[in-house]
Structures are given as C-alpha cells and as structure tokens.
C-alpha cells in the first residue's frame, strides 16, 4: 500500500499506473519476468508523464499510458487481452475527464487497436457515454482508429491460458489473469482524469462486460474530489460503485484519499468477496493505491521520482 499526502503547490503533476491485480508472490514472478514488467511499467508512466511535463492534459496523458499498455503484450488489454469462453477477444474500456466530467466507453469490441482511444473518441466524437459491440468498433472504424484482426490481439500465451482454463493442458498455473491496465493524472492546470482498459476475465461468457468500461465501476475523475482506475473480479466492482464511491466518500465525508480508498478495498470490497485494488490521485496531488490481493503491477512519477512495485508492502 502507498500512500502519500503531499502540501499542494498548483502546478504539480502525478501519474500513477496499474498493470492488473492478483495472488501472485514473488515465488510466481522470478526476477527475470520482474525486469521485464519494470521495463514495461516504467516506459508506459514515461508515455503519459512527457505529456504532463510539456503542460499537457491529463486526458492525453492517460490516454498515452494506457495506450502503450495495450500494445504491450505482457498484459490484459489490447494485445493480449485474455480469451472468453469461445476463445475470442472481446475488449473494455473507458475514459474520464475529471475537468467537465466528460466520459466515454467502448465494451466487447473486437477489432479496434486501441480501445481507451475509442472510449476517448466516443467522449469527444459521438453524443454518447458508451458504445457497446460491433457499433463500437465501427464507430472506431469510421473516425479514423485504426483496426486489427482478431489474430493481431492473440498471443501464445493467452492462448495457452486459454487452453489451461478448458482443462486442455493439465495444471492451470498463471499469474496474468488479472492484467487489466489503468491510468490516473493530475496535470499542470489541476485537472484529474482516470482511464482503464481490459480484455476482461479469461473464460467469460460471451458479452460478459467488466467494470472497467463501467463509469463509476472501474473508472471516475472529478475534479472536486480525485480520479480512479480499478482492476479485479469486476462484478463486484460494480455492485460496489467502487470507484465512485472513493470519489463520493472524498466528496461527502470530506476524508483524506487514503481513508477512503482503505475503506472501499478493505473493508466493502474484502467483505463482499471480491479482489483487486485502485490507483488513485486527488485534485492536491496526493494519491492512493490500494489492493487486497498479494500482488499488483503498479508504478507513478512525481516531480521527486518514479517507483515500481509488484508486491503487497
Ligand atoms: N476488472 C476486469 C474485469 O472484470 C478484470 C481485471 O481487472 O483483472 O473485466
């Protein structure tokens, strides 16, 4: 868990990452595969800090790290999003500006790149919040995002998983199940923005939509209070608003961010059954990340430094 409380010169900028949550150990993760996630972590937070350091939005800068998360195949979302029931690729997503509390969400597309850029082009480009199925990825198609195959989302290890998890292969042992990627920045103007991407849950149905695309569920940015970007067993992340309720706690109970984060993930998330954890980030810079599994991918820059972390603390 960390958090930090910070004064709050105007200006500052934060961004923090979360590359998915889960039971692994460090037994799971040998230091060969951990160099390999610090690699990833830290290039994906550079993505979106550069936009913050020139004085660019939050909005991009969420968009810019959860873009280069989705190219990477080492998690959930974009290349190497986990396979449903059926063995197919079916993506979530979703965008918020905490600024005008703008949003936008794609959920089970399957052929556009990047996801989080068609949740954003939805928020910018349609008078809708979310766009579900084929409409989604044609609506992608039609501004200009660029589009793949179902190959292209594919790899050799969410096939495998894939193959573990219908008893093809014996012994399902994976680490990666839960690879959702997220994004939360405060940039140089005071602006929050939250941003979250998924292929979901390995052997879903097919249609199964997360919490990720969910506003409110997975993803919300308010200026007033904070923004967040959850990943875990997503069905109780919607019966629990959770991220929504981080923000409402902030709002209503006027309590520090990382009472408020403590409260949801520990208390009613853990109480209901449900795993994973949040990055968070308030209008003054302080920031939260929080998980009740043993492991979470995480990284976040600040003027004073960028850190990494894989492990409960
Ligand atoms: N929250 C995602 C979902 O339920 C999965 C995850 O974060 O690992 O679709």
């Not at 939360?184 to 998924?198: E, K």
């Not at 209070?225 to 629990?240: D, K, Q």
Request: glycine fraction near 10%; hydrophobic fraction near 40%; include cysteine.
């Amino acid at each position: 868990m960390e958090n930090v409380q910070t004064a709050t010169p105007n200006g500052k900028i934060v961004l923090l990452i979360h590359g998915g949550a889960g039971n692994f150990k460090e037994s799971d993760l040998g230091p060969d595969q951990q160099k390999i996630y610090e690699k990833y972590l830290r290039e994906a937070v550079e993505e979106g800090y550069k936009i913050l350091e020139v004085g660019g939005s939050a909005l991009d800068a969420v968009e810019a790290s959860v873009k280069f998360m989705e190219d990477a195949p080492l998690f959930n979302a974009g290349k190497g999003s986990v396979l449903n029931k059926e063995g197919h690729v079916e993506m979530d997503a979703s965008i918020m500006s905490g600024k005008d509390l703008k949003a936008g969400a794609v959920a089970v597309v399957r052929h556009v790149k990047n996801p989080i850029s068609a949740a954003k082009i939805v928020m910018e480009k349609s008078s809708h919040v979310m766009l579900a199925g084929n409409g989604a990825d044609e609506f992608a198609q039609s501004m200009g995002l660029e589009m793949k195959d179902e190959s292209y989302f594919i790899t050799s290890s969410s096939l495998e998983q894939w193959k573990k998890a219908n008893e093809l292969i014996p012994e399902p042992k994976d680490i990666n199940k839960h690879g959702t990627v997220g994004a939360v920045a405060l940039d140089q103007n005071g602006n929050l923005a939250a941003a979250t991407s998924t292929g979901g849950i390995l052997n879903k149905l097919p249609g199964r939509v997360g919490d990720s695309p969910i506003i409110g569920a997975g993803t919300y940015a308010d200026n007033n209070t904070c923004a967040v970007s959850a990943t875990g067993h997503g069905e109780y992340f919607i019966r629990l608003t959770v991220a929504r309720s981080i923000a409402a706690l902030v709002e209503y109970k006027m309590i520090p961010l990382e009472q408020a984060v403590n409260e949801v993930v520990h208390n009613r998330l853990s109480k209901l059954g449900g795993n994973g954890g949040v990055i968070a980030v308030d209008k003054n810079g302080n920031f939260s990340i929080d998980h009740n599994t043993t492991g979470m991918f995480r990284a976040w820059k600040t003027e004073k430094k960028c850190e990494v972390r894989f492990f409960k603390e």
